[in-house]
């Protein structure tokens, strides 16, 4: 498992080559936009690579989770340790990246969106230097939160990847697109804030011995957090079942829950996204609303399995509200981005309700969703796009007969519309029908009512095909171009992959089955 | 007192130098402070930079500054020869500006 | 054999799929012999599979599996079952699938879409055919989804009409109702026993196993199940769709509606037979008689051709449901079968009806009389003679005339149900059955009578009315060879002696004893009993219907509008379909966008109102800090600066801006540091 | 008096007569004159110190090198021509105070001061010595000093045609 390059392992180049090319971005003049642009799809290609790579090589036998030995392509190394602290003791922080049958599906997803999203920023005008090289930080914050496993590197790529998004909504926006961004930044600076005290107070609660030296040091490193054995005598976070774990577990779930988006805490999404250029929405909904549900996996379920159990019944509701709300919302939309934007909502609640199970099937499901969800949206907001280019509006009312006009952008997304439907064959059905079922086994009744979501989820669909494709052409929009060479480079790939793992799940569960096999029994039964 | 004075004549030693190089500087400041052609005021840093410059040869001749001294002494003159130059430029594009070579005719940051 | 064949059928249709949706406009014709041709050979393929299965091994079911994918430590398999049902069944759909394929040739001929349109239906018959192959119920859903989505797009395959656009979704919408049900019941049926397939649960509930412990649990998982069959076969209260749907080209019409995807609720219930309990088939008998007599009320007062056959259409289904809801599991299935064929010949022939009278009004650049009101025909009999004589041979099919295919399994139905009511009680089920017969023969042959008997309409448009070409005449022709007795039984009265009745036989049901329907052998002897009488009772029911719509259409001897009249609230109710729609969008429509707007405005007014109202709490806070700011602090600062700017000025004097006094300075303050500090 | 007193007292006086006369003349090609005087003076007293290679640059780079850029400075800037000789001195009340408390301060630290002084060493030359440390532990800064050299002259230049720049747009 040697994938060594300049002494760096394939982690550290997936998650750093987007610096590179950002630095590299910087020093071209700006008015070489072309060669701007080519690097920045140079940089994501090679992470494409590097993703299909990882993926050629993974064991998927290896469970990950808690267990180093089982993780792979791990880098572990010394970064900061300072030795003697007054009342602290020994601070280490570890550069420790490793990936497992979690995280692989995420690493490749954000190499692919950011491959497309790339193609598709093309046409931004307004100074594009600033926006390739934002754009490139956000993607190496996003890699970098995916691949990270010392809590307090993830909290810093956590962080990083919040201020481009900051600015690619602020500047290169839509007419609100200060109010849009503000929004996104209040909302996910407060989840950081939580983040941040929670993870200090894990880490003055955890401490391992060092087996060489035997003394005790306090850790940011996750898999130490996830063993009980390690929470120190009297720790605020020690124990089980305590006050204060709950209360942990609820501030990090409201981090986390801000990303997702669930409800209550979903109202920044419809605003950034509708305010987004196309290829920050796509990102946005692709890649980065996956971080909470990511995050919750990672963190909050197997450090706080005991918690976890706890509010299992709280999220399956949250993830049904969430579901069945979205879906409504989405209904009234006149715009197609919002719709968009709502239906998201009500697509990662399926996520939070499969991983709310605590089953393996519902695990699969919901961690299946995230990938096929991210691939999904990025083709619906990718369609968006396209109109919005032509047409410069958005309206649901303003379209008709877009099948005559535009018969293969059509037909590209028909299929995305369809899959976001759950139709069989798409990818999107295989994981919902297995969150459903992971937690109809769980809560019953909650996943009853959920599943009425895909019936609503039908209607709107339907609604908004008939609205924009169907019918007849209005007089304005009679000369529309069908799609060009560059709109196909960024759909075909998504499309392939919807068929295909519509086709043969397989290729995706495989990935992931183990190690969330291992997720669920570490926090149903192992040990604890 | 003159047998104490007339040996001490006799043989030049590091004082001596010393000596030499502070009436350098002092002229040099002179030329510095109060003449008003610039040219003159560059002329007395050369002046100032050579006192300098004997100072430390002399350390290194008498102290256990050895060599190091002249090494700085090398710097020194290449530093200036550089400083020259650009002070040079500096002159000439403030006469093409202001049609004068008096400093005192150049006050634009007066308070 | 049956391992490999049957893969190949399934695949040809969807070969035809790929290939039209992506060359189809390069291919020559745009490609419609090569998606008829695939058809052609898959009917031939099927033709030998069943008669080799049925001359064969008879009594073998073979199974295979392909791994699909494995969850935890399930593994879920993708499955191909041939046994003489699903055998029978391919024969069915891939006959009308091709029929409907040539018919189009003629039919479709001008449409700008016309490869796709071959493409849809290639699609159709893959999803169609993998429901009638498919060995679990997870790849039953699967391609019960597909059938639903490619049903959308043929619905509204002139989607250019709002009216088309509007019935598509509204299919697939009612449609998703229904599925919702069956994935209920999955969801069910899996957690408890952990597969999905027939098979295995079959066994489970066999041996003695029940969904979470209980009885009342079983019943509703089938019931559940059943609900994508209410869904797809149009059952009530989800028959609403069905009429809309004849918005799409009539060829589609009688593919979809007639044989394949309606057909498919039927053949869910016949799958999953061996698990309902006695419970479930009595709900389902009765779902069935109410659709069966309902839509045959609608179905007689309609007057555009394409709706009378769509009620009709949900009315045979009932019968079938009714059938098999009491247990006639045999004569239910083989209605399913003869009804394919003439329900699908009495669509085409509807098409090539509707197709002359397009020719017609389209060359007198007639606009608005509608092509499908059977007003504004009558008369066509001399000028569509082969239209009208196989329209005639389906139609005393449907109405249950002897020496028809309709009449054999018609009949058993309605034996069937006596024999129930005779065993059970359930008197009604009987009662609405016989109705029903009476009242379809009524209907069809007031159809019948107005289209093509009578004076004409419009005698310059009916005069120019041409028969349809070969291509299209040819699936009439063979439909109504296939609609006479003698290709289902030899015995023009017994269709217990025909070889479809040998070959499929009821399932032996595994619920726990006290909940199995009545047992298959008393219920044979029943029907044995009642079976004369059943006949006859039908042969009556169907000609007093036939004479009555004779009387009043042919003879005139009844005057219809007094009748109108007379019946007057009935007769709105069935003109206007009992109100379903209205009663449908006013509860469910106008619901479902009332809460879509109760969310809206709960979105934009309480959670973002909450979230903006933080930000203005803290901004009030915040312009509070900023007065004191102003005053207090800012206060200080000024005095601060207006200090400091005094000094300024008075020390900027010294700044003469000639640099040899700085220097001055320079060195005087050095010289006093230096002797300061030397 | 040996001889190396007799030098040293002779260039000592040529040495801060020139540079005195440099100050105080009022012709300004007379100063740079003094100037070179001074600074050739100064070479000999780093001849007297053993630094012989330092007394060559001394000569090469100031006499050679700096001066004639300070008399062409005198020239572009039109004084040789227009006979504006007049160097008018300012500030001289401060100055002249400040530079004799300077050497008065300096020459007191001098003397009073306890050197700690080794024997002068007798070198041969110390051209080798001084290439073999140029080269070893000072080789940064000598290369650091060729930047600079080179910064300088091209900024120089850059400075310069800036200027001829200016003039051609003023024509």
Known sequence: MEFQFLGLGILSWIVFIPILGMIIILLIPDRNRNAIRWTAAAVTSIQVLLAGIIYSVFDQAKTGINNIESFQFVEHHNWITVDAVPWVGKIKIDYFLGLDGLSILMVILTALIAFVGVISSWNIKKMVKGYFALYLLLIAGIMGVFVALDFFLFFIFWEVMLLPMYFLIGIWGGPQREYAAIKFFLYTFIGGILMLLTMLALYFSVAYTDPATGESIHTFNILHMMNPDNFVDGGLLGGLDTTWRYVAWMALFINFAIKIPIFPFHTWLPDAHVQAPTPISVILAGVLLKLGAYGLLRINFPIFPDATLYFGYFMAVLGMISIIYGAFCAMAQDDFKKLIAYSSISHMGIVILGIAALNTQGMVGGVLQMFNHGIITAVLFLSVGVLYDRTHTRGLYDFGGMANQMPKYTGIAMVGMFAAMGLPGLNGFVSELFSFLGAFAAYRWITIISVTGIIITAAYILWTIQRIFLGKTPDRWEDLKDLTLREYISFVPLIILIVLLGIFPSLAIDLINSSLSGLVELVTGGGI | ?111 | MFTQLPLIILVLPLLGFLLLIFLGKRLPRKGDWLAAGLLITALALSLSLLISKLAGQPDESFTQTFRWLAIGTHTIHFGITIDNLSAVMLVVVTLVSSLVHLFSIGYMKDDPRYSRYYAYLGLFSFSMLGIVLTSNLLFMYIFWELVGISSYLLIGFWYEKKSASNAANKAFIVNRVGDFGMFLGIMILFVNFATFSFKEIFDLVEAGQLPYGSTGWLTTAGLLIFCGAIGKSAQFPLQVWLPDAMEGPTPVSALIHAATMVAAGVYLVARMFPMLTADALLVIAYIGAITSFLAASIALTQFDIKRVLAFSTISQLGYMILALGVGAYTAGFMHLVTHAAFKAGLFLGAGSVIYAMHQVLHAQNDHHTDAQDVRNMGGLKSKMPVTYYTFLMFTLAISGIPLTSGFLSKDEILAGTLAYSTLNGHWLLPLLGFVVAGMTAFYMFRLLLLTFHGNPSDRERISAIKESPLVMTLPLIVLATVSLFVFYSFNPFGAADGWLYQAIERPISMVPNMLQPVDAGIFEEAVHHIHGTAMVLSILFALSGILLAIGMYYWKKIKAENLVQRTGVLYDLSFNSWYFDELYDRIFVSGLFLLTRISKWFDEHIIDAIVNSSAWVSRGIASVAGLFDTNIVDGLVHATAASADRAGSMLSKIQTGKIQTYLVYVIFSFLVLFILFI | MDLTAIVFYLFSIVTVGAAAIMVFSKNIVHSAFALMFSLAGIAVLYVLLYADFIAATQLLVYVGGILILILFGLMLTEQAVTQKFKAVTVNMLPASLLAAVTTVLLVYAYATTSWQMVMPEERSETVYDLGILLMSDYILPFIIAGVLLLIAIVGAILMSTRLTAIKNEEQ
């Open chain 2, 1 to 111: 007192m003159e047998l104490m004075i007339t040996p001490w004549l006799a043989e030049p030693g590091l004082v001596h130098f010393l000596i030499v190089s502070a009436l350098l500087l002092s002229l040099g400041l002179m030329a510095v402070l109060s003449r008003r052609n610039v040219i003159m005021v560059l002329m007395g840093v050369e002046l100032i930079l050579n006192s300098a410059n004997i100072n430390l040869i002399a350390f290194s001749r008498y102290t256990s500054l050895s060599l190091e001294g002249q090494m700085i002494a090398l710097f020194v003159i290449i530093i200036a020869a550089a400083e020259a130059a650009v002070a040079l430029a500096i002159v000439l594009n403030m006469y093409s500006r202001f049609n004068t070579v008096h400093l005192d005719e150049i006050d634009s940051l007066k308070g």
